[in-house]
């Protein structure tokens, strides 16, 4: 029963990549009594393969070309862990075309070019599983499809990039700027060198929307998010959401009622007693509500060389057990709902709002009339001076209203005479 | 595609069976979408078919004998939510004798008899699902089987009874009675008429025995968990646990270091900054640590009906997509690892100690020295005048040490004329 082998083909082997080989070889006698058959990691494509490893792989394995791995006919599957969008596409659609199953953890990919991946893979009757994609460690896409199966999921909430997360900790405990921060996470090796696309917030936005399209069961695009990112999040910002009980979070945010969705990811500002907001450093925590279930939340490292690694690797154990029971490519829901996203008017949440106005009277009262005439109404106030008490700052937090009002309101107080200027806006989540 | 039906027996009409009516019926399309196939409960066992009930079943699907239900050569799945261990056990047995599939919500059952129904299932080729037996609406079983098939899993830990949930946060937040809260909490429905299996911990005991055998993939029996319930705890205990920065929880504990297992459930005092502490009412949290993928947490409603038929109706989901592809009964792992079980002096932990003793000079530094004899050191004392001052009350949490030798400490204390009395004793968590 356990002569057969599965043979597998590793792309990459950074990070992730040694995290495969050593769950792989470490927990051999386990994974062959689940599966019933051995797993070997016959070849791996590397891009120097003279440079020194934590782990020793046999020379004679390693190649540069990735076609030594997809045209090899004894490889079963393809292990997708060197990451990027166009090339790799291009190598996992030959994968699938050689009728080769396909392990991944590349967001990236998924989140822009999954539908095309799946389909082929329906084509081929080809397995492609990618849990590692999303929230490292935690198993949250087979809650989604399998654990929730039976229930209408309506919202998912959460942080979902380590990075941004641990930026805006720091920020948060030492007061020190985003700048600051930022150089010491990329000297720490906790932001890349290049960190547009996590504090831009594009990492979380894919994310998100991997999440909602397995969720909502409706093919969310990566362009169907509405995202903003850290960059503009000063330390002020935070201190004033501190003084009203909040804590900065990056959040992601899929909401679906009335069969209408809205996915955004954006600087939020979390209620201090919120479980979210005591989630540290490089931990993802992801909210899940549906209408049976009610509320469930899932917790774990967000990102890691063996975290995200017993993701790909307990992807693969699904892979092999499928290859066992001649099942590979039948056991996948593509989406079946129509994707009807809300306008800014059906998007409600609560705002924080921060400007500088002149300090004189009736300012205050000339900006809560701009607010009633919007009929949004204010769930907390504070006035302070500012620029040695020559203007005063404002800082607000409204009730429930329209995203549309929010900012319809903020063009005309940005528009108006009497406010200098909007310093910033939030979404504020957590509450009542 | 969507012409063939697969016919549910549904053995139960209870509050779980309710729900999972409701499911079926509620998201008919969505279910049709993910299996290809319709579901119809084709007959339900019910004790009394005259009963009035908050949804309406066709009377002619009711019926008061299982044989009805097991018998029908129609029916493929049945779905056990009625409860019960002796006869439940027959029926289940026969179900598979006869070839049906089966999904059950019953722990009593599958913690005590899983293994035989299992082999059962196995020799049919028929699959057996129990997700929601353990933390009703979270999928923490497919979590341990699938997401973490990888990994070797060390420890779980976590709040799976509501109903000592509730009564220790009353008595916590009101200082009430342990008599009291119990008496409150079976007029609110949530605490039973006869409340032993959940106040005795024999519930919870179950869920852990459940947990241990997939996390740690081997047959951790009802008998091998160490099991103690909260009918002792008083609202001293809970003061002085307060006082010193800890929190009174029924906590189910299983670990694994070096191959040996140990699993108990007792009441706990966990740190006040430990998430398991904000824990309250029917809710359940599970801590779940892995060699590899380390720290991971979900969170969810432990009960209740559609919670619990959000499980109950997702294994359905699963057994009616394996019809679908003909691999019933071909995926599941038997626990396959030799169980060994830690004695007390490889069990290892903190304790919280609390005294009555003789208030004059040089009882601390007996008491102390006993500690001190069996190589236990403490992290915090604190007396205190008792019985109006006549005596004195100790109260110390322990460093790390076996159970042992607190075991052993605790017969010395009772046995010397310096203490008057052991009041209580209980294992600490959720600390350095």
């Known amino acids: 029963m356990n002569d057969k082998k599965v043979k597998v083909g590793l792309m990459g082997l950074g990070t992730v990549g040694t995290g495969v080989i050593r769950l792989v070889e470490g927990h051999r006698d386990d994974l062959t009594q689940q599966t019933g058959l051995q797993i070997e990691i016959a070849k791996v494509l590397v891009q ?22 997809l045209h090899d006919p004894e490889i079963d599957v393809i292990v997708e862990v060197m990451g990027g969008i166009d090339n790799t596409l291009e190598y996992i659609l030959e994968a699938l075309n050689q009728g080769k199953h396909v392990v991944t953890a590349n967001k990236d990919l998924m989140a822009i070019h999954g539908s095309t991946i799946l389909k082929k893979a329906a084509e081929k009757n080809c397995d ?11 198993p949250i896409l087979r809650a989604l499809v399998e654990g929730f199966s039976s229930d209408r999921i309506t919202k998912m909430m959460g942080i979902v990039n380590g990075t941004t997360n641990y930026i805006l900790t720091k920020m948060s405990q030492e007061g020190a700027s985003y700048e600051d921060v930022l150089k010491e996470a990329q000297a720490l090796g906790y932001a890349e060198a290049d960190p547009t696309s996590d504090v831009g917030g594009l990492d979380a936005a ?11 069961r409706a093919g969310v695009n990566l362009e169907d998010v509405s995202c903003k990112g850290i960059t503009g999040v000063t330390s002020e910002d935070i201190d004033y959401g501190k003084k009203l009980g909040y804590v900065m979070k990056l959040i992601g945010i899929a909401q679906q009622n009335d069969e209408l969705i809205d996915v955004s990811v954006e600087p939020t500002l979390v209620k201090q007693s919120h479980p979210l907001a005591s989630v540290n450093g490089v931990f993802n ?23 995200t690694a017993t993701a790909v690797v307990s992807d693969l154990v699904t892979v092999v057990k499928n290859i066992k029971l001649g099942v590979n490519g039948r056991g996948m829901v593509a989406p079946y709902k129509v994707k009807k996203l809300k306008t800014d008017e059906e998007i409600l949440g609560k705002y ?51 995203k549309k ?28």
């Open 285 to 307: 925590e992801v909210y899940v509500y549906g209408e049976a279930v009610g509320e469930t939340m899932f917790y774990g490292p967000g990102a890691g060389e063996l975290p």
């Open 405 to 432: 009002s929010i900012l319809s309101i903020l063009k005309q107080l940005e528009e108006s005479d009497y406010v200098n200027e909007v310093k910033s806006f939030y979404r504020v989540e957590g509450g009542e």
């Open 206 to 216: 894919r994310k998100m929307s991997i999440l909602s399209t397995l969720g909502f």
């Open 352 to 402: 924080f709002i921060r400007l500088i106005v002149d300090d004189k009277s009736g300012v205050l009262s000339q900006v809560t009339k701009t607010l009633a005439d919007h009929d949004v109404s204010l769930e907390q106030v504070m006035q302070q001076p500012y620029n040695n008490g020559s203007k005063a700052e404002l800082i607000m937090v409204t009730h429930t209203s329209s």
């Open 48 to 69: 120097n393969p003279g440079k020194e490893r934590s782990i020793s792989v046999q020379s004679d394995l390693m190649t540069t070309d990735p076609y030594n791995l």
């Open 128 to 138: 492609v599983f990618y849990e590692a994609s999303v929230a490292g460690g935690i």
